[in-house]
């Protein structure tokens, strides 16, 4: 039987950060396991081309189940499975996310998550993963970043500072005009460290336990079948939708619900609760002038605000694209560009479970997307700002007219129907398996699952709740933390 001190499931996001960090030490062997191939090909590369690669065989291809929030919609959730996970597939953001949301999963009991704390791992991080503006802007970019100053936000010179408040560029995983995901930033450069193993097309089936101590990993590939391989200490690195789904095929979840599909319950954990997600929409203006190609689908500069004057920090979201998103497809041929309003601290919370005890059964993801009321709310507001936004003089020379959904939907009522009817998910689940310290929570500060030896979890799905910006480079940050964790 191969055994290796650390194994970590899922080179995505984290894990390839964590793989980095962890393989540091040259006494410690590591084992980074992926259920998907190699990266290398020309979509994931290329940043224009990422929408490509949704449904194929690099994703999961995940649905949620109907959505009441949404007009009863199925909604598509794409998940990397490829190295490098979902950062072979994003949209390449890199926002590090707002000081108050760190200071308050530190303030819930989760000590050492402050911001001072995490800034210094980004700081660190960002040395291999190498985030940077732009150096070239879209006129149209610089355009609207005018219009939402005129709409009132402040200019925001650098969002990665832990003030979001304001409109500016945000800085991007694409270095040399290539996308960098978290495979070439972390591991690539380290491939030749002897103590570094990694194994693609390799899925993992349960983790092991003895006891109540994790010892080993069942996995099953094409060229060695089924097969157990030994681990000092076991990393579920799998994402908001899969690290769940491997504690509870291990026995480690809500004893009911694993009784309901006939998995016997070994530690009683909210496992797959406290699903959050956020949420976005369209608004879609038709063009006067042809618009410049240059970043093409690359978000190059976005804007925050607080949907009231009471709230302590920000909590929406405006993205600026120079393309048509989120709207019927048109076939007048004509120019079009979007600003893209979302909320980003929903209250909304939603669950993953499975569906049968058999490795190859889906899993049931629910979002419960509007189940609270202030998320709609939040919604609204979202989409009057955009339309501020849009309305300024700085756009004058580029808006003809609002193409979607359109002038006619004003009211309340009206804008609330267009959500529910249009509205997308932004492609950001967290919180499954929450850190804390309390009964709510799956993992503690050290991100170590509770009741469970040798066993951690480090993936957005240990976020106690979401972050305010795109959830890429705070998914990288807790990889790079848990290795700091277990080498300490």
């Not at 959050?276 to 038709?286: A, F």
């Not at 709230?311 to 600003?339: M, N, Q, V, Y």
């Not at 804390?436 to 509770?450: E, I, K, M, N, W």
């Not at 305010?468 to 848990?482: D, F, H, L, P, Q």
Request: proline residues 6%.
């Amino acid at each position: 039987m191969a055994a290796y001190d650390v194994v970590i499931i899922g080179a995505g996001s984290a894990g390839c950060a964590l793989a980095h960090s962890v393989s540091a030490d040259p006494s410690v062997s590591v084992l980074l396991l992926e259920a998907g191939g190699s990266d290398d090909r020309r979509a994931i590369r290329v940043p224009h081309e990422y929408f490509s690669l949704w449904g194929t065989d690099v994703d999961w291809q995940y649905r949620s189940t109907p959505q009441p929030g949404t007009e009863g919609r199925v909604h598509v959730l794409p998940r990397g499975r490829v190295l490098g996970g979902s950062s072979s597939l994003n949209g390449m953001v890199w926002l590090r996310g707002a000081a108050s949301d760190y200071d308050r999963w530190a303030g819930s009991g989760c000590i050492g998550w402050d911001w001072t704390s995490v800034r210094s791992a980004f700081e660190e991080l960002e040395q291999w993963q190498r985030p940077s503006w732009l150096p070239m802007r879209n006129i149209l970019s610089s355009t609207m970043v005018e219009a939402a100053i005129q709409a009132g936000l402040p200019w925001n010179p650098d969002f990665d500072t832990g003030m979001l408040d304001g409109a500016g560029w945000n800085r991007s995983a694409i270095v040399d005009g290539e996308r960098y995901n978290s495979h070439r930033a972390f591991v690539v450069p380290i491939r030749n460290r002897l103590n570094l193993t990694v194994r693609t097309g390799t899925k993992v089936l349960e983790v092991l336990l003895d006891g109540n101590r994790a010892t080993a990993v069942m996995v099953v590939s094409d060229d060695r079948g089924i097969e157990t391989i030994s681990a000092g200490e076991v990393v579920l690195s799998a994402g908001a939708f899969d690290s769940p789904r491997l504690l509870m095929r291990s026995g480690i979840g809500p004893a009911a619900h694993l009784k309901e599909v006939g998995i016997k319950p070994r530690v009683d954990l909210p496992v797959g609760d406290n699903l959050i997600d956020h949420l976005l929409i369209g608004i879609v203006y038709t063009s006067r002038q042809p618009v410049p190609e240059l970043n093409a689908y690359a978000t190059e500069a976005c804007a925050f605000a607080r949907s009231t004057p009471q709230r302590p920090d920000s909590d929406i979201e405006i993205s600026f694209a120079k393309e048509p998103h989120f709207a019927p497809l048109a076939t007048d041929g004509l120019p079009r560009f979007t600003i893209i309003p979302g909320i980003t601290k929903p209250k909304s919370r939603g669950t993953v479970r499975l569906t049968g005890s058999a490795p190859d059964d889906p899993i049931a993801i629910d979002p419960n997307y509007f189940s609270h009321p202030d998320d709609m709310g939040m919604m609204i507001a979202a989409v009057r700002l955009s339309r501020k936004i849009g309305a300024q003089a700085a756009l004058a020379e580029w808006n003809a007219d609002e193409h979607f959904p359109g002038v006619d939907i004003e009211s309340d009522e009206a804008i609330s129907a267009y959500v529910r009817r249009d509205v997308s998910t932004w492609f950001h689940p967290v919180g499954t398996c929450r850190m804390g310290t309390g009964a709510g929570a799956v993992v503690d500060p050290q991100l170590r699952v509770h009741g469970v030896a040798g066993l951690r979890v480090a993936d957005a799905s240990i976020m106690p709740d979401i972050v305010s910006v795109n959830t890429n480079a705070a998914s990288t940050m807790i990889g790079w933390r848990a290795g700091l964790l277990i080498r300490s």
